[in-house]
C-alpha cells in the first residue's frame, strides 16, 4: 500500500460537502469555527476570492485547494465595489448552497465541507500538517478538472447518493492534496525522494531502531546533509516525525487488536510501557489505556 493510502485508511478520514457557495462581487461569507477533530477545506472551482484567516490573507484563484486544520473561524471575501453584503442559505438534501444576499450574478463556484479526523492516527495526522494548508492546482490541471466536473454535476442534480458520491470525491481531493509537491514542508508529499525513502521506512517499520545513522544511510546521505534536508523538506525534526509516526502505528494497534499497552509499546519501538504512554497522552491527550476504552465505549 502507498504512504498516501496507509496514512489515510490509519486516520480513518471522513469527509462531507457542508455548502456549495455561489457569491456575487463584493461579497463577506464568515465562517463559524469547527469543532476538535474537524478540519474544514474549501475548493474554488471558478473566480477570485480571499481568504482572511487571523492577521493572514490568503489569495485564492480556481484551482486553490485550502485547508485549517486547526479548524478557526474564518471569512471568505469575493472582490467588487461598494459595501460589502452578507449571504443567504437554501437548505438541501445532500449540502447547502450559499448566495449573496440581493442576488447578482455569481462571480466564485466554492465547495466547503471538513474532514473529520479518527482521534488517534487522525489527530496526529491532521496537527503535523501546515496551518493553513493551501495547495494551487491550477485550471490547467487535469485531475482536478475532472474532480471538478463531477463535483459540479452531482451539485446541479442533486438526488439520492449525492451526499455519498461528494463524500468520496472530497476523500480523493484530500488524498491530491497531501500528496502535492508544491507546498513546503508537506512531508506527506516531500520533493526529495532520498528523504522520501526514509519517510518510508519509519512507516514500513516503526518499531525499528531508527538512528540518524541508519536513516541516513537509507536516504544515501551524509549526516549533516540528511538532518538538514529532512527539516527543510518536512518541517519538523527526525526525532519529532518519528514519534508521530509510532504514535499512529500504536494508535491503529490499540483500535483494531486485543494487545496489551505494554505490547502495542514494543511493536512500535517503546522498550519502556511508560515512555510510550507519555509519548502517547502527548499527541493524543489521553493515555493508551484511556484511549482504546473511550473508543469501545463510544466516546470517541
Do not use: N
Not at 280 to 288: D, K
Request: aromatic share 6%; with cysteine; glycine share 8%.
Amino acid at each position: 500500500m502507498d504512504p498516501i493510502s496507509r496514512l489515510l485508511r490509519m486516520a480513518r478520514v471522513r469527509a462531507a460537502i457542508d455548502k456549495r457557495c455561489l457569491l456575487s462581487g463584493a461579497t463577506r461569507m464568515d465562517v463559524a469555527p469547527y469543532r476538535e477533530l474537524e478540519t474544514p477545506f474549501h475548493v474554488l472551482l471558478d473566480g477570485e476570492c480571499e481568504l482572511h484567516l487571523g492577521p493572514e490573507i490568503l489569495h485564492l484563484r480556481a484551482g486553490d485547494v485550502v485547508l485549517i486544520p486547526s479548524g478557526s473561524p474564518h471569512r471568505v471575501i469575493t472582490p467588487g465595489c461598494g459595501r460589502q453584503r452578507g449571504t443567504t442559505e437554501t437548505a438541501g438534501d445532500a449540502f447547502v448552497t450559499t448566495h449573496s444576499k440581493r442576488g447578482g450574478a455569481a462571480v466564485i463556484d466554492l465547495f466547503c465541507g471538513h474532514y473529520t479526523f479518527d482521534p488517534g492516527a487522525g489527530a496526529v495526522l491532521s496537527r503535523s500538517l501546515p496551518e493553513p494548508l493551501k495547495v494551487s492546482f491550477g485550471q490547467s490541471a487535469a485531475e482536478l478538472s475532472m474532480l471538478s466536473a463531477l463535483m459540479r454535476g452531482e451539485a446541479q442534480h442533486e438526488g439520492t447518493g449525492t451526499a455519498a458520491v461528494l463524500s468520496a470525491l472530497s476523500t480523493a481531493l484530500l488524498a491530491m492534496v497531501l500528496r502535492s509537491t508544491a507546498t513546503p514542508a508537506l512531508w506527506t508529499a516531500v520533493a526529495d525522494p532520498r528523504v522520501a525513502a526514509a519517510i518510508s521506512a519509519i512507516l514500513d517499520d516503526p518499531a525499528a531502531d531508527w538512528s540518524i545513522a541508519r536513516l541516513s544511510q537509507a536516504a544515501t546521505m551524509s549526516r549533516a546533509t540528511f538532518l538538514r534536508h529532512f527539516g527543510q523538506e518536512t518541517g519538523m525534526t527526525v526525532g519529532v516525525f518519528l514519534a508521530r509516526a509510532r504514535i499512529m502505528a500504536a494508535a491503529e494497534l490499540l483500535d483494531t487488536t486485543d494487545a496489551t499497552v505494554a505490547s502495542v509499546a514494543l511493536q512500535v519501538g517503546y522498550q519502556s510501557e511508560s515512555a510510550f504512554s507519555r509519548a502517547f497522552r502527548a499527541e493524543v491527550g489521553a493515555t493508551p489505556a484511556r484511549y482504546r476504552r473511550d473508543r469501545q465505549q463510544g466516546g470517541w
